[in-house]
């Protein structure tokens, strides 16, 4: 059976994905089995080695060639993705993989966020841009996770 080069792209990209997500020793990261799910992987974030019931969502999509920096991504990528998380009732994020040098690159679709008296907030995507995916930024995305389901559990009373 012959692949075509979007399939080939596309699981090439979630390799990266992987390999990337898996730099963190405290995360679990399942692939979704169905391509129409809307997510590729579901994260979850542990403590001591142990589940925390603390997850994201992440999509991924390959590019073929480069970009010179992030933001070239938002023409691209945007009215590919804004539609297809919107009930996500987690944080969810994009990954895009440029197939020329293997860079990644994240931005959120449901950011989480907490806003005044800690109430946990998921933000939509509108106005948020991309950004390099390295290491910081992956540390960036478990802290926002870690502090969006802390303000679920302690909020602060009205």
């Given at each position: 059976?012959?692949?075509?080069?979007?399939?080939?792209?596309?699981?090439?990209?979630?390799?990266?994905?992987?390999?990337?997500?898996?730099?963190?020793?405290?995360?679990?990261?399942?692939?979704?089995?169905?391509?129409?799910?809307?997510?590729?992987f579901?994260?979850?974030?542990?403590?001591?080695?142990?589940?925390?019931?603390r997850?994201?969502?992440?999509?991924?999509?390959a590019?073929?060639?480069?970009?010179?920096?992030?933001?070239?991504?938002?023409?691209?990528?945007?009215?590919?993705q804004?539609?297809?998380?919107?009930?996500?009732?987690?944080?969810?994020?994009?990954?895009?993989?440029?197939?020329?040098?293997?860079?990644?690159?994240?931005?959120?679709?449901?950011?989480?966020?907490?806003?005044?008296?800690?109430?946990?907030?998921?933000?939509?995507?509108?106005?948020?841009?991309?950004?390099?995916?390295?290491?910081?930024?992956?540390?960036?995305?478990v802290?926002?996770?870690?502090?969006w389901y802390?303000?679920?559990?302690?909020?602060?009373?009205?």
């Amino acid at each position: 059976m012959k692949r075509s080069l979007r399939e080939f792209l596309a699981t090439r990209a979630e390799n990266l994905a992987f390999i990337h997500l898996t730099r963190r020793n405290d995360l679990v990261v399942n692939r979704v089995a169905s391509p129409d799910a809307g997510v590729d992987f579901l994260v979850t974030v542990t403590r001591d080695g142990v589940p925390t019931g603390r997850m994201f969502g992440v999509q991924v999509r390959a590019r073929e060639g480069s970009v010179a920096r992030a933001a070239d991504l938002e023409a691209f990528i945007e009215p590919v993705q804004a539609g297809s998380v919107a009930d996500a009732t987690i944080p969810f994020c994009v990954f895009v993989f440029t197939m020329s040098d293997d860079r990644g690159y994240f931005r959120w679709l449901k950011e989480p966020a907490v806003g005044a008296r800690r109430k946990p907030v998921l933000r939509a995507a509108s106005g948020i841009g991309w950004s390099d995916l390295d290491r910081d930024a992956l540390d960036r995305i478990v802290d926002a996770v870690d502090s969006w389901y802390e303000a679920q559990q302690h909020p602060q009373a009205a």
